[in-house]
Structures are given as structure tokens and as C-alpha cells.
């Protein structure tokens, strides 16, 4: 199995909602990623899992709550969202992180209403 | 700080040409690595290629070849006889590994969109 799985691939919620996505992998990869990418721009790096240790938050709001239950699972929960949060969250794992053998999820892509 | 700049922002050729995407980079490591993603409609990024920075050696792939020139920090993919389902946004990116301790870390380029028209 080669890939990342992410579930579901089309959210809409609104700002008073919560909800999770779901991201899972089943290759041995020890490190976990969540990218934000907004139309037309390029992704950009939230959160880094290492062996299910958070390693790196890049100032992401509080809002948003990633989790890691075992080293196959990475959640985002997603609490009292703006509509300028509206993306496509990506997931993607390495077997390691600074291994560079990346690979992505097709996304979920969140609308906040 | 590392850039990455894809000047090409959309191309648009007629199937069977060929096409090369430009992507220059800029980083303060001595090792770093290189990569191109296909991004289609669906949104999944699938990775091309990798390449390190002591490996200049070109690379081809079946109609995908890439050009790296270190001399010129830059990394160029050349898709040969286009098709058109090789329509998708192109994303260059680089990864330094003792950046400030941000190995991890993958900067992208801003893509170029290939629209490849029957």
C-alpha cells in the first residue's frame, strides 16, 4: 500500500461547527504532515508529526487541533472556523522526517460557510 | 531563506509539442533536494522527481526529462510530445537539509498551470 488516504474529500461546515479530517497511511512513514492550500497558491506547511510527536506547529491558529493516535492516523479538528480558512487541507507523509521520499493525499477540500 | 521562483505562471501548447517548465531556486545549503509535483484538477500532488544537489546528472523518464544546472540554481522539466492529460499545475520545490533545522520543510515554487489543448 502507497498511499495516503484522507477522508472526506469535500467538507462544507459552518463557523460554529466542528469537525476532523481524517488522514491515514499504511507505509511504515513515521512522519506526518498537514499542508493548507489556498486556490491558486502553492501549499503551505501547518503541522509536523514525528513518531506521533507534534515537531513543528508554523504559527497555525488554535482553531485548528491536529492529533496523531497511532503512527498510521493524523487528524485536524476544526473548531469555529472563518471562511477565509476555506482550502484544501493535504496530507502527506515521509518515512521519516528530512527523508524526503514524500507522499500526499488527494486532499479534503473544506468550505466554511 | 530558501526561494524557489517559477516565472511561468500558465503555458498553453497544442498536443505533440514539446514544453519545458523553468524553476530557479536559491538556498544557503551546500545539500538540498529538488522536486517537480503534477497537481491535476483532483488536487492530489503526484511527485515526479527528486534530485540532490551533488547529483547533476539529467534525468529522463519516458516523455519527462529534467535539467539540472547547479550553475545557474535552476531545474528545468521538459515534457516531450505533450498530451492532453498532462493538463495540471507544476510545482517546483526544494527541501535544504541544514537550513536553520528546517529540513522538514518543503518550499514551493507558486506553479505554472500547463494546459495542453487537443
Known amino acids: 500500500d502507497t498511499e495516503v488516504t484522507q477522508t472526506p474529500k469535500h467538507l462544507v461546515m459552518g463557523m460554529t461547527n466542528k469537525k476532523s479530517l481524517k488522514c491515514e497511511q499504511h507505509m511504515g512513514h513515521r512522519a506526518m504532515y498537514w499542508y493548507k492550500q489556498k486556490a491558486k497558491k502553492p501549499p503551505e506547511l501547518m503541522f509536523v508529526y514525528s513518531y506521533e510527536k507534534l515537531s513543528i506547529n508554523e504559527s497555525v491558529p488554535s482553531r485548528f487541533s491536529p492529533e496523531c493516535p497511532n503512527s498510521s492516523l493524523l487528524n485536524l479538528h476544526l473548531h469555529a472556523l472563518q471562511p477565509e480558512d476555506s482550502a484544501l487541507y493535504l496530507c502527506a507523509s515521509s518515512p521519516s522526517v528530512g527523508n524526503y521520499g514524500y507522499t500526499f493525499g488527494s486532499g479534503t477540500r473544506l468550505t466554511v460557510v | ?118
Open chain 2, 1 to 118: 531563506a530558501q526561494k524557489v521562483t517559477q516565472a511561468q505562471t500558465e503555458i498553453s501548447v497544442v498536443e505533440k509539442e514539446d514544453v519545458t517548465l523553468d524553476c530557479v531556486y536559491e538556498t544557503r545549503d551546500t545539500t538540498y533536494y529538488l522536486f517537480w509535483y503534477k497537481q491535476p484538477p483532483s488536487g492530489e500532488l503526484v511527485f515526479l522527481i527528486r534530485r540532490n544537489s551533488f547529483d547533476e546528472q539529467n534525468e529522463i523518464s519516458g516523455r519527462y526529462s529534467w535539467n539540472f544546472q547547479k550553475s545557474t540554481s535552476s531545474l528545468n522539466f521538459t515534457i516531450t510530445a505533450s498530451q492532453v492529460v498532462d493538463s495540471a499545475v507544476y510545482f517546483c520545490a526544494l527541501s535544504g537539509l541544514y537550513s536553520g533545522g528546517s529540513n522538514y520543510k518543503l518550499t514551493f515554487g507558486k506553479g505554472t498551470l500547463l494546459t495542453v489543448n487537443p
